[in-house]
Nanobody, 125 residues
Framework: QVQLVESGGGLVQAGDSLRLSCAPSGRAFSSYGMGWFRQAPGKEREFVAAISWGGEGTKYGDSVKGRFTISRDNIKNTVYLQMNSLKPEDTAVYYC??????????????????WGQGTQVTVSS
């Protein structure tokens, strides 16, 4: 069983930057494909970004391309989401997700096996 713990959320102003972190428990972190999703009040969950096991592959949702960057440090067992040029519409609860190597690392439809509890990001105008 993998437990995911997100951190780094908070309240920022439009144009600011924020970095989220997700630290899965357990060993073999490098064998998990990782993703970030977000959900704003009254809206459906939205795919934000995904990264492959070794970090060579990355994918982004259209609304964050060019502003957000996903990365991972397999020595620190942590995946990051660097968010720049934040906008009020980025306000949401951000969730970290993971899939084992046997499953796809890129699942924009949300088909990840493990999920974190979420961290709130609020961007004021």
């Amino acid at each position: 069983q993998v437990q995911l713990v997100e951190s780094g959320g908070g309240l920022v102003q439009a144009g600011d930057s924020l970095r989220l972190s997700c630290a899965p428990s357990g060993r073999a972190f490098s064998s998990y494909g990782m993703g970030w999703f977000r959900q704003a009040p009254g809206k459906e969950r939205e795919f934000v970004a995904a990264i492959s096991w070794g970090g060579e592959g990355t994918k982004y949702g259209d609304s964050v391309k060019g502003r957000f960057t996903i990365s991972r440090d397999n020595i620190k067992n942590t995946v990051y989401l660097q968010m720049n040029s934040l906008k009020p519409e980025d306000t949401a609860v951000y969730y970290c997700a993971a899939n084992e190597y046997s499953r796809t690392w890129y699942a924009p439809n949300g088909e990840y096996r493990y999920w974190g509890q979420g961290t709130q990001v609020t961007v004021s105008s």
